[in-house]
T-cell receptor, first 111, second 115 residues
């Protein structure tokens, strides 16, 4: 059974810092890995999708990497802004095509 | 292109009642998945429908059921509501066909409160 862990559970940083969020998974036989952000009480917004054959994806200030052999993915956020404050979740989809979600990292970026 | 829509956005029900939630996927998406999100358990997969057929099912009791219509819209039903069913119910759509990326797009959710 796939298990997904996100570290740290919470993070508070000053505006402008570069930061790294971590996601680890136990079964490396994955189809894809997707990073989302969720604002309080709202739905999930897709940030980046990495297929199993890819090593990284970039979108603006965001960069996500994938290392299947070690069961890890990182989400790098450059020059953080207060608007980046949200919970960030990673989801791993395996051969069953059912995503398994981590519990998320709650990020606060203060001015 | 319009995003995933869910109705209603908020619901308050009493224990023992039943409830039906609705989800309209992105145009062209044939897969619709449902999730339950609670502070204690996080995001948990309920089931997925593709082309009107349930393709995957999570580990939830039979009180939770769903269906998908020919236009890919989906409904989720919960019968005999319990206090523990209070949660944010999220719907996600994806292309879902063979060889597709399975990238999921989520709706805003329905907040269900059971009293």
């Amino acid at each position: 059974k796939q298990e997904v862990t996100q570290i740290p559970a919470a993070l508070s940083v000053p505006e402008g810092e570069n930061l790294v969020l971590n996601c680890s998974f136990t079964d490396s036989a994955i189809y894809n890995l997707q990073w989302f952000r969720q604002d309080p009480g709202k739905g999930l917004t897709s940030l980046l999708l990495i297929q199993s054959s890819q090593r990284e994806q970039t979108s603006g200030r965001l960069n996500a990497s994938l290392d299947k052999s070690s069961g890890r993915s990182t989400l790098y956020i450059a020059a953080s802004q207060p608007g980046d404050s949200a919970t960030y979740l990673c989801a791993v989809t395996g051969g069953s095509y059912i995503p398994t979600f981590g519990r998320g990292t709650s990020l606060i970026v203060h001015p | 292109k319009a995003g995933v829509t869910q109705t209603p956005r908020y619901l308050i029900k009493t224990r023992g009642q039943q409830v039906t939630l609705s989800c309209s996927p992105i145009s062209g998406h044939r897969s619709v998945s449902w999730y339950q999100q609670t502070p204690g358990q996080g995001l948990q997969f309920l089931f997925e429908y593709f082309s009107e057929t349930q393709r995957n099912k999570g580990n939830f009791p039979g009180r939770f059921s769903g269906r998908q219509f020919s236009n890919s819209r989906s409904e989720m039903n919960v019968s005999t509501l319990e206090l523990g069913d209070s949660a944010l119910y999220l719907c996600a759509s994806s292309l879902g066909g063979q060889g597709a990326s399975y990238e999921q797009y989520f709706g805003p959710g329905t907040r269900l409160t059971v009293t």
